[in-house]
Structures are given as structure tokens and as C-alpha cells.
């Protein structure tokens, strides 16, 4: 009975740290669109109602090529509206003498043929 018991125990222990990393596992959001001013990174991305520049996080590592930019959705859109493409404006300043890499996808909207 003992066995059984901290195999029961390790199976919970797995299940709950899976879903710990789950919950705190941050991905690369798809961006619709991204343009640069002078102190925004101005980019384009799905929203259900609720998304906000304050839901994303502008991660960078500067290496020998240039500066990688990641843009990282810190919180879920939760909301339950008809998903659509919003800008949002995220606080970034800009230096003219770098090149810039963006680590996300892109996606495109389908449009129809003309």
C-alpha cells in the first residue's frame, strides 16, 4: 500500500509542476503588423475584447548581428468578443544605428481576391 501511496504522490507532484510550467510558459505572440517611431514599437495582434499594451512584454538580447526583439504576451485575453486585429503603441526606444530582428511569427489577414 505504501508503493502505491508515493507512486500517487509523484503522479500528483508531476501533474501539478506541468501545469505550473503551463501556466508561466510565455510564447511568441503572432503579430499582424509592426512599424517603429521614435519611442514605440507600434504592433498589431489578436485581441477577444480585453488585450492592452500592458498585457505584453518587450524581451531583447543584443548580440554580434543586432538587436532581437521578442514580443511576449504576459496575459491571456480572457474576454469572449469576436477576435479582431488591434495597435497597440508599447513603450520601446529606438537606436538609429542598430539593426533590429523580430523573433515572432507574422501572420497576414485573409483578404478577399479583387
Known amino acids: ?5 508515493n507512486i500517487s504522490l509523484v503522479m500528483i507532484a508531476s501533474l501539478f509542476a ?7 510558459m510565455q510564447t511568441l505572440e503572432p503579430l499582424y503588423g509592426i512599424q517603429f517611431s521614435e519611442k ?6 489578436k485581441s477577444n475584447g480585453c488585450t492592452q499594451a500592458e498585457n ?3 524581451e531583447t538580447e543584443d548580440n ?9 504576451r504576459k496575459k491571456i485575453d480572457q474576454c469572449r468578443a469576436m477576435p479582431h486585429i488591434i495597435e497597440l503603441a ?5 537606436e538609429r544605428d542598430k ?16
Open 1 to 5: 500500500m505504501s508503493a502505491l501511496k
Open 18 to 24: 506541468t501545469l505550473l510550467v503551463a501556466q508561466t
Open 40 to 45: 514605440h514599437l507600434i504592433v498589431k495582434v
Open 56 to 58: 505584453f512584454q518587450i
Open 64 to 72: 554580434e548581428t543586432g538587436m532581437h526583439l521578442s514580443i511576449v
Open 90 to 94: 508599447l513603450a520601446f526606444n529606438i
Open 99 to 114: 539593426q533590429y530582428y523580430i523573433e515572432n511569427p507574422m501572420k497576414f489577414r485573409k483578404t478577399a481576391p479583387r
